[in-house]
């Protein structure tokens, strides 16, 4: 079990490697799953990799999931489709998705692209993490 500092704590961590660089961290617990993308750029490099672990982890039941980008300072358009598809297949399972740690020209781009209508977005791990428990607590 993993706990960070706002003592969020997950079990079933698992790196996902693509060469020697670790792209990203997958989390997991009963209620939500969490890929903390580790690299700077959200790019045409990474958005491949996360897209096939979203689509693996719906297929095994996964609906709720967090993406924490408080590493990535970059975000482009395949960047932006790994979010959507992660959105869309959580709506598809009746669970909820939740984009965190946004810095400040890929919050740029979502607002310009105006995502932040349609997606849930919070400050930190730890917010989202309390929207995702409260929403399964109303089901």
Known sequence: MYCDTANVCLTNIKSVPKMDERQFVLSENEKYSVINVTVEKLDTHVAPVIKSQLIEMASKGVSNIIIDLKQSRYCDSSGLSAILVANRLCKNAGGTFVLTGLQ????????????????????????????????????
């Open 104 to 139: 400040s020209a890929v919050e740029r781009l979502i607002s310009i692209s105006q995502l932040d209508t349609v997606l849930n977005i919070t400050d930190n791990l730890e917010q989202a993490v309390a929207l995702i428990e409260a929403k399964t607590g109303e089901n």
